[in-house]
C-alpha cells in the first residue's frame, strides 16, 4: 500500500502543473465567489484565464481575461476598465438572476453586468476557450449565442480574437466596436476603432470624437484599397454585410497560432501573432502604412500620393483653394473647382482611376433596390446639382458623393474607380483631331450640321425598299419626334456594322439635335460642339424643339387670345455665324 502512494508523489513532482491544471475549473455558480488571492477560471481547452490581474508598473487591480499558453501576460478583455480596484479586497460574483458582480472589500460596487434576467435557470458564468466569457443557464453548454444570457464578446476592448465581432447587428443596433488603452497602466481608453455602416461600410478610428484614420468603404472585394481581402498564413479575414449583420471578423488557419488584432494605446491597428520561440509578439499587419494614411491630409478635395513630391496634389479640373499656402505645403485648405458647378451648363464626368475613395458616402436605391449599372448612377447623380462625384462598386452599386471630397490618395496598384463630376471646359481632350472633318461642317449653316452629322453618323430613314435624299425640315422633324419616343436608335441606317456603336450614335443624334433649337441662344456654340462630340464622358442637356419642325393641328380650339385655329405652322430659324 505504501508503494503505490510513494509513486503517486513522485509523479506529482514531477509534472508541478498536473494538480493545477486538475484542479482548475471554467465555471462559476451563484454560490461561488472569485477572490483576488490567485483564484481564476481557466477555460477547458486552457487558452484562456479570467480574474484579477494588475497592469505592468501599476498597483491598480482588475478583473479580465488573458491567454493563458503566452508568457507575457496579455489582456484581452477587461470588466472594470473604467473603475479600478485600488488593493486586493475584490470579489467577483454571479446572481441568481444571472448578473455579474464586482466589489471590493466585499460591499463597495465596482463593476456590475447588468445581465439580471428573467431567462435565468440555474445561471452560471462560464469561460469559453474562445475567450469568451459567457452567462448561460445550467445545461445549455456552448448552444450558440443566441442561448447565452450575456457575453464578453458583446462588449469588446481594444483587442479582437477569432469569434469576435466588429460592426453592426442591424436587427437589434447592438455594435461592436473596439477601445484602446489609455497607456500601458490605465485601459480606460482614448482611440475608437468603429464600423460606420452608412453609406457604403467603412472602418475608422477616432481619438475622442476626432477621426485620424479610415480604411477606406468596402466595395465587396478589399476596404478601400490594396488587395483583395483574402486569407494568408497566419488569419483569414471574414468580412458579412447583409440586411441582418455588417461585420469584420478573423479566423486562424489552424490551432496553433495565437493571434490578436489590436488598437493600441498610441492608436496604432496592429495585427499580431505570438512566436513562441522568441517570446515575443510579432507585428504581422499594421494599417497605417504611410503618412497619407493620416485622415484628411490633402484637405477637401486634395489627393496624397506617397510616390509623389509633395504628397498632396489637386485633381484635374480643381485647384489649391490657398495658392501661397499650398506652396508651402500647408495643405489643409485643399482644392477647389477651376470652373463652378452649373446644372444649366454642359458637364460631364471626369474618371480617376486607383484612388481611395472619398468619406461620406451614400447609397443610391431606386424602387426595385439597390442600383448596379453605371449608367444608372451618372443619371441619377445628374439629377442632384449637389452631387459631386459617383462610384460603382461590386457590392452595393452605385454610391455618390455630395459637397467636398475628403480624404482621397492615390494607388499604384489596386485603388477604386472615381467619377467626379464638373464643367464641360474642365473635362481636357484626347480626340480633336478625329473630329475635325466634323467641326468643318460645323462652319456652314446649324441645319446643315445636323443633315452632317445625321449623314456622318449613317442614319437613314425608316424605309427598306430604298434610299432617298431627306428635305432638312422632314429630317429633323423625324428625329424629334423619335428623341420623344424614346426610339432614337430607329434612325440608325441597317447596313451600319455590327456591333452598332450606340453610344456613339445617341450622342451624334442629340448634338444635331442641339444645334436645330428653335431658340438661336439655346444652340451650342462651335467649340462647345467641338467639346461635346471630343468627349465621351461630357453630360449633354436634353435637346428642345427645333426650328426646322411642321406640326399639324386638327379640328383643336386655340387658346389663343385671337381664338383662330393656327392651321399648319412651318417656322424656320437661320442662326448668323458669328464668332464668339
Given at each position: 500500500?505504501?508503494?503505490?502512494?510513494?509513486?503517486?508523489?513522485?509523479l506529482?513532482?514531477?509534472?508541478?502543473?498536473?494538480t493545477?491544471?486538475?484542479?482548475?475549473?471554467?465555471?462559476?455558480s451563484?454560490?461561488?465567489?472569485?477572490?483576488?488571492?490567485?483564484?481564476?477560471?481557466?477555460?477547458?481547452?486552457g487558452?484562456?484565464?479570467?480574474g484579477?490581474?494588475?497592469?505592468?508598473?501599476?498597483?491598480?487591480r482588475?478583473?479580465?481575461?488573458?491567454?493563458?499558453?503566452?508568457?507575457?501576460?496579455?489582456?484581452?478583455?477587461?470588466?472594470?476598465?473604467?473603475?479600478?480596484?485600488?488593493?486586493s479586497?475584490?470579489?467577483?460574483t454571479?446572481?441568481s438572476?444571472?448578473?455579474?458582480?464586482?466589489?471590493?472589500?466585499?460591499?463597495?460596487?465596482?463593476?456590475?453586468?447588468?445581465?439580471?434576467?428573467?431567462?435565468?435557470?440555474?445561471?452560471?458564468?462560464?469561460?469559453?476557450?474562445?475567450?469568451?466569457?459567457?452567462?448561460?443557464?445550467?445545461?445549455v453548454?456552448?448552444?450558440?449565442?443566441?442561448?447565452?444570457?450575456?457575453?464578453s464578446?458583446d462588449?469588446?476592448?481594444?483587442?479582437?480574437?477569432?469569434?469576435?465581432?466588429?460592426?453592426?447587428?442591424?436587427?437589434?443596433?447592438?455594435?461592436?466596436?473596439?477601445?484602446?488603452w489609455?497607456?500601458?497602466?490605465?485601459?480606460?481608453?482614448?482611440?475608437t476603432?468603429?464600423?460606420?455602416p452608412?453609406?457604403?461600410?467603412?472602418?475608422?478610428?477616432?481619438?475622442?470624437?476626432?477621426?485620424?484614420?479610415?480604411?477606406?468603404?468596402?466595395?465587396?472585394?478589399?476596404?478601400?484599397?490594396?488587395?483583395?481581402?483574402?486569407?494568408?498564413?497566419?488569419?483569414?479575414p471574414?468580412?458579412?454585410?447583409?440586411?441582418?449583420?455588417?461585420?469584420?471578423?478573423?479566423?486562424?488557419?489552424?490551432?496553433?497560432?495565437i493571434?490578436?488584432?489590436?488598437?493600441?494605446?498610441?492608436?496604432?491597428?496592429?495585427?499580431?501573432?505570438?512566436?513562441?520561440?522568441?517570446?515575443?509578439?510579432?507585428?504581422?499587419?499594421?494599417?497605417?502604412?504611410?503618412?497619407?494614411?493620416?485622415?484628411?491630409?490633402?484637405?477637401?478635395?486634395g489627393i496624397?500620393?506617397i510616390?509623389?513630391n509633395?504628397?498632396?496634389?489637386?485633381?484635374?479640373?480643381?485647384?489649391?483653394?490657398?495658392?501661397?499656402n499650398?506652396?508651402?505645403?500647408?495643405?489643409?485648405?485643399?482644392?477647389?473647382?477651376?470652373?463652378?458647378?452649373?446644372?444649366?451648363?454642359?458637364?460631364?464626368?471626369?474618371?480617376?482611376?486607383?484612388?481611395?475613395?472619398?468619406?461620406?458616402?451614400?447609397?443610391?436605391?431606386?424602387?426595385?433596390?439597390?442600383?448596379?449599372?453605371?449608367?444608372?448612377?451618372?443619371?441619377?447623380?445628374?439629377?442632384?446639382?449637389?452631387?459631386?462625384?459617383?462610384?460603382?462598386t461590386?457590392v452595393?452599386?452605385?454610391?455618390?458623393?455630395?459637397?467636398?471630397?475628403?480624404?482621397?490618395?492615390?494607388?499604384?496598384?489596386?485603388?477604386?474607380?472615381?467619377?467626379?463630376?464638373?464643367?464641360?471646359?474642365?473635362?481636357?481632350?484626347?480626340?480633336?483631331?478625329?473630329?475635325?472633318?466634323?467641326?468643318?461642317s460645323?462652319?456652314?449653316?446649324?441645319?446643315?450640321?445636323?443633315?452632317?452629322?445625321?449623314?456622318?453618323?449613317?442614319?437613314?430613314?425608316?424605309?427598306?425598299?430604298?434610299?432617298?435624299?431627306?428635305?432638312?425640315?422632314?429630317s429633323s422633324?423625324?428625329?424629334?419626334?423619335?428623341?420623344?419616343?424614346g426610339?432614337?436608335?430607329?434612325?440608325?441606317?441597317?447596313?451600319?456594322?455590327?456591333?452598332?456603336?450606340?453610344?456613339?450614335?445617341?450622342?451624334?443624334i442629340?448634338?444635331?439635335?442641339?444645334?436645330?433649337?428653335?431658340?438661336?441662344?439655346d444652340?451650342?456654340?462651335?467649340?462647345?460642339?467641338?467639346?461635346?462630340?471630343?468627349?465621351g464622358n461630357?453630360?449633354?442637356?436634353?435637346?428642345?424643339?427645333?426650328?426646322?419642325?411642321?406640326?399639324r393641328f386638327?379640328?383643336?380650339?386655340?387658346?389663343?387670345?385671337?381664338?383662330?385655329?393656327?392651321?399648319?405652322?412651318?417656322?424656320?430659324?437661320?442662326?448668323?455665324?458669328?464668332?464668339?
Amino acid at each position: 500500500m505504501i508503494l503505490p502512494l510513494i509513486s503517486f508523489c513522485i509523479l506529482a513532482s514531477s509534472f508541478p502543473f498536473f494538480t493545477t491544471f486538475a484542479a482548475a475549473v471554467d465555471i462559476l455558480s451563484p454560490n461561488q465567489t472569485l477572490s483576488d488571492d490567485g483564484e481564476t477560471l481557466v477555460s477547458a481547452g486552457g487558452a484562456f484565464k479570467f480574474g484579477f490581474f494588475s497592469p505592468w508598473n501599476s498597483n491598480n487591480r482588475f478583473v479580465g481575461i488573458w491567454f493563458s499558453k503566452v508568457s507575457i501576460q496579455t489582456p484581452i478583455w477587461v470588466a472594470n476598465k473604467n473603475n479600478p480596484l485600488s488593493d486586493s479586497s475584490g470579489v467577483l460574483t454571479i446572481t441568481s438572476t444571472g448578473n455579474i458582480l464586482i466589489a471590493g472589500n466585499r460591499t463597495n460596487p465596482v463593476w456590475s453586468s447588468n445581465s439580471s434576467s428573467t431567462a435565468a435557470n440555474n445561471p452560471v458564468l462560464q469561460l469559453l476557450d474562445s475567450g469568451n466569457l459567457v452567462v448561460t443557464n445550467i445545461g445549455v453548454g456552448n448552444g450558440g449565442s443566441e442561448n447565452y444570457l450575456w457575453q464578453s464578446f458583446d462588449y469588446p476592448c481594444d483587442t479582437l480574437v477569432p469569434g469576435m465581432k466588429l460592426g453592426w447587428n442591424l436587427k437589434t443596433n447592438q455594435e461592436w466596436y473596439l477601445t484602446s488603452w489609455r497607456n500601458l497602466q490605465d485601459p480606460s481608453g482614448d482611440y475608437t476603432y468603429r464600423l460606420d455602416p452608412s453609406g457604403l461600410p467603412q472602418l475608422v478610428l477616432r481619438q475622442g470624437s476626432t477621426i485620424v484614420y479610415r480604411s477606406g468603404p468596402w466595395d465587396g472585394v478589399r476596404f478601400g484599397y490594396g488587395p483583395p481581402l483574402n486569407q494568408n498564413t497566419v488569419f483569414n479575414p471574414i468580412f458579412v454585410y447583409n440586411s441582418t449583420f455588417v461585420y469584420f471578423a478573423f479566423e486562424e488557419v489552424n490551432d496553433s497560432i495565437i493571434s490578436r488584432f489590436v488598437v493600441n494605446q498610441t492608436g496604432l491597428l496592429e495585427h499580431l501573432t505570438w512566436n513562441q520561440m522568441s517570446g515575443e509578439w510579432i507585428d504581422i499587419i499594421t494599417l497605417q502604412g504611410d503618412i497619407c494614411d493620416t485622415y484628411d491630409m490633402c484637405g477637401p478635395n486634395g489627393i496624397c500620393n506617397i510616390n509623389a513630391n509633395p504628397y498632396c496634389h489637386c485633381p484635374e479640373g480643381f485647384v489649391p483653394k490657398y495658392t501661397e499656402n499650398w506652396n508651402r505645403l500647408d495643405w489643409s485648405g485643399g482644392c477647389v473647382r477651376k470652373t463652378e458647378m452649373n446644372c444649366s451648363a454642359p458637364e460631364g464626368f471626369r474618371d480617376f482611376s486607383g484612388v481611395k475613395l472619398p468619406d461620406d458616402s451614400h447609397l443610391l436605391v431606386s424602387g426595385a433596390g439597390t442600383m448596379n449599372r453605371a449608367v444608372d448612377c451618372q443619371a441619377e447623380c445628374l439629377k442632384n446639382c449637389s452631387c459631386w462625384a459617383y462610384a460603382k462598386t461590386d457590392v452595393s452599386g452605385c454610391v455618390v458623393w455630395f459637397g467636398n471630397l475628403v480624404d482621397m490618395r492615390e494607388y499604384s496598384l489596386a485603388g477604386q474607380d472615381l467619377y467626379i463630376r464638373m464643367d464641360a471646359s474642365d473635362l481636357g481632350s484626347s480626340k480633336k483631331n478625329k473630329r475635325t472633318a466634323v467641326i468643318a461642317s460645323v462652319t456652314v449653316i446649324a441645319g446643315v450640321f445636323v443633315l452632317g452629322l445625321i449623314c456622318w453618323c449613317v442614319i437613314r430613314r425608316r424605309t427598306v425598299q430604298r434610299r432617298e435624299a431627306w428635305r432638312l425640315g422632314t429630317s429633323s422633324q423625324e428625329a424629334w419626334k423619335l428623341w420623344n419616343e424614346g426610339n432614337p436608335m430607329d434612325l440608325a441606317d441597317a447596313f451600319m456594322g455590327s456591333p452598332i456603336p450606340t453610344t456613339e450614335v445617341l450622342r451624334c443624334i442629340q448634338v444635331a439635335l442641339l444645334c436645330v433649337q428653335q431658340r438661336p441662344e439655346d444652340r451650342p456654340t462651335v467649340s462647345t460642339v467641338l467639346l461635346m462630340l471630343d468627349s465621351g464622358n461630357q453630360v449633354l442637356p436634353p435637346p428642345k424643339q427645333p426650328g426646322f419642325y411642321s406640326e399639324r393641328f386638327m379640328n383643336e380650339t386655340d387658346s389663343s387670345s385671337t381664338g383662330k385655329n393656327p392651321g399648319t405652322s412651318n417656322e424656320v430659324t437661320v442662326t448668323a455665324l458669328l464668332g464668339r
